[in-house]
T-cell receptor
Framework: KNQVEQSPQSLIILEGKNCTLQ??????????LRWYKQDTGRGPVSLTI?????NTKSNGRYTATLDADTKQSSLHITASQLSDSASYIC?????????????FGTGTQLKVEL | KAGVTQTPRYLIKTRGQQVTLSCSPI?????VSWYQQTPGQGLQFLFE???????NKGNFPGRFSGRQFSNSRSEMNVSTLELGDSALYLC??????????????FGEGSWLTVV
């Protein structure tokens, strides 16, 4: 069983609408949780980084939340644009000593339509 | 400031051959890590190098190896290629090791097809 599960697997929304992507993890303890955006055929691009003690982090229209008690994180996208169409990946970093041995989620494929 | 540069971008190899992929990190970054991305398994950690030393290793067979040079540039090698090695290989760099919360920057990847 994957230690980082994301839902939904795919999502289609209309341009201008908001959406929320979910991430449940079992990696424990962990150092930080990251959200990445990956366009088809490109490398992932960092959106947010949160330590285990942070509850929320924003980056423009992207807002990530973290509940360490329930081991859940969400990524909220506001006023979606066509360019938001991509895969969104939740990533967990282990505690000190684990370096960049990241554990990746399965990703949510988002498509924004007119 | 240039991003993470990976070469080659695309390559096709035959089963049994070996391949070497190259990665130039962002200037000043000392940590370089490698990942494999396939449709079935998603993104998986291969290994990480910091100051020319392998710091962490993922669950991949010994056919996968890497090294880092004094200028932080890194290479990974896959020997005796198998069809299942076909994947996008991503290199990432960061100032320090990832558990410090610093941003990890990914390259565009090297697409490897094994036939």
């Amino acid at each position: 069983k994957n230690q980082v599960e994301q839902s939904p697997q795919s999502l289609i929304i209309l341009e201008g609408k908001n959406c929320t992507l979910q991430c449940n993890y079992t990696v424990s303890p962990f150092s930080n949780l990251r959200w990445y955006k990956q366009d088809t055929g490109r490398g992932p691009v960092s959106l947010t980084i949160m330590t285990f003690s942070e509850n929320t982090k924003s980056n423009g229209r992207y807002t990530a939340t973290l509940d360490a008690d329930t081991k859940q994180s969400s990524l909220h996208i506001t006023a979606s644009q066509l360019s938001d169409s991509a895969s969104y990946i939740c990533v967990v970093s282990p505690v000190t000593g684990g370096g960049n041995k990241l554990t990746f989620g399965t990703g949510t494929q988002l498509k924004v339509e007119l | 400031k240039a991003g993470v540069t990976q070469t080659p971008r695309y390559l096709i190899k035959t089963r049994g051959q070996q391949v070497t992929l190259s990665c130039s990190p962002i200037s000043g970054h000392r940590s370089v890590s490698w990942y494999q991305q396939t449709p079935g398994q998603g993104l998986q950690f291969l290994f990480e190098y910091f100051s020319e030393t392998q710091r962490n290793k993922g669950n991949f067979p010994g056919r996968f190896s890497g090294r880092q040079f004094s200028n932080s540039r890194s290479e990974m090698n896959v020997s005796t290629l198998e069809l299942g090695d076909s994947a996008l290989y991503l290199c990432a760099s960061s100032l320090r090791q990832g558990d410090s919360g610093n941003t990890i920057y990914f390259g565009e990847g090297s697409w490897l097809t094994v036939v």
